[in-house]
């Protein structure tokens, strides 16, 4: 089964004081997951077992997995006896990206579940640590945001309409232990 952690997640939660406050999902209980699976059966998708295991790695952790990880993680759990192949597994993953219950990663090409809700068109901020690789989602307020794509708009005339914003760095429970 996928590894979990909690402290990150409520560190999420302890760090989010925003404008106009959207859903956030605890990824350790199943609300996640049955909201992505309603999300797809609204768009006309079948929810199929390897959908649903597919999410429930995703959920499951606090590193971005590739999909090769989370094809390793399903084929390994013995409770589920799930099996999955690569192709499945990216054709999965493309599909919810599409969704937007995902975010890719780069340049690892990892994938981390979006834990908020009406993420279009809303700048989140994927804080990687480059010691523990644990990620969090942090929602950015439109006060900082509407900075940034005036600026852009202003300066290159650029209107962004999907976003992928990743910090590399290290965390506070890392910085903690090097100390």
């Known amino acids: 089964m996928c590894p979990s952690k909690l402290s ?3 560190e999420v939660k302890n760090l989010q004081n925003v404008e ?3 859903t956030e999902y605890n990824l350790n209980d199943s609300s996640y997951v049955k909201d992505c699976l309603e ?3 609204a768009d006309g998708a079948r929810l199929t077992k390897t959908r649903k295991a597919v999410l429930t790695c995703l959920a499951a952790t606090q590193k971005p997995l590739t999909p090769a990880d989370i094809m390793e993680e399903i084929n390994n759990d013995e409770k589920s006896g799930k ?4 192709v499945s597994v990216y054709r999965i993953l493309k599909y919810m990206s599409d969704l937007q219950l995902v975010h890719q990663l780069g340049p690892d090409g990892g994938y981390f579940p979006c834990v908020h809700t009406n993420c279009t068109g809303k700048i989140h901020v994927l804080l990687n ?3 523990c690789h644990d990620t969090t989602e942090l929602h950015v ?3 900082i945001s509407s900075s940034l794509t005036e600026f852009l ?3 290159i005339n650029f209107t962004a309409n999907t976003h992928s914003f990743e910090l590399r760095g290290t965390c506070d ?3 903690e232990t090097s100390i």
């Open 173 to 175: 429970k890392c910085t």
């Open 20 to 22: 106009n406050q959207e």
């Open 39 to 41: 999300s797809m059966k």
């Open 8 to 10: 990150l997640q409520e």
């Open 83 to 86: 099996k999955i192949d690569l």
């Open 129 to 131: 640590c480059s010691n």
């Open 153 to 155: 708009k202003n300066k």
């Open 141 to 143: 307020p439109q006060s």
